[in-house]
């Protein structure tokens, strides 16, 4: 079982940015960011496998960047250029087969329990 924490949420103005960070119980290969907004469906919004390979959903290309440090099992996304749009839940998310990159629309096994990331315009 791979406890993760988020950390890192608040409330910025637009055009600001945010670093969110999330503390895995241990290495996982794959990790990832999920958001999901009020009356909204959970959506990916980074993934990296290892400390290589990342994926990033559209709406956050060029404005978002995740990052692992697998010496602290730590995951992180740093948000810049924030928007309304930005505003959700942030959670953490693990997969539990060594060595395997998922995607965004994979199964995910483990999760955090979220940071709130509000924008104000």
């Known amino acids: 079982q791979v406890h993760l924490v988020e950390s890192g949420g608040g409330s910025v103005q637009a055009g600001g940015s945010l670093r969110l960070s999330c503390a895995a119980s241990?290495?996982?290969?794959?990790m990832a960011w999920f958001r999901q907004a009020p009356g909204k469906e959970r959506e990916g919004v980074a993934r990296?496998?290892?400390?290589?390979?990342?994926t990033y959903a559209d709406s956050v290309k060029g404005r978002f960047t995740v990052s692992k440090d697998n010496a602290k099992n730590t995951l992180y996304l740093q948000m810049n250029g924030l928007n309304a749009e930005d505003t959700a839940m942030y959670y953490c998310?693990?997969?539990?087969?060594?060595?395997?990159?998922?995607?965004?629309?994979?199964?995910?096994?483990?999760w955090g329990q979220g940071t709130q990331v509000t924008v104000s315009s």
């Open positions: 990296i496998c290892d400390v290589g390979s990342t």
């Open positions: 241990e290495y996982t290969y794959s």
């Open positions: 998310a693990a997969g539990d087969r060594p060595g395997y990159c998922l995607s965004l629309r994979s199964h995910w096994t483990y």
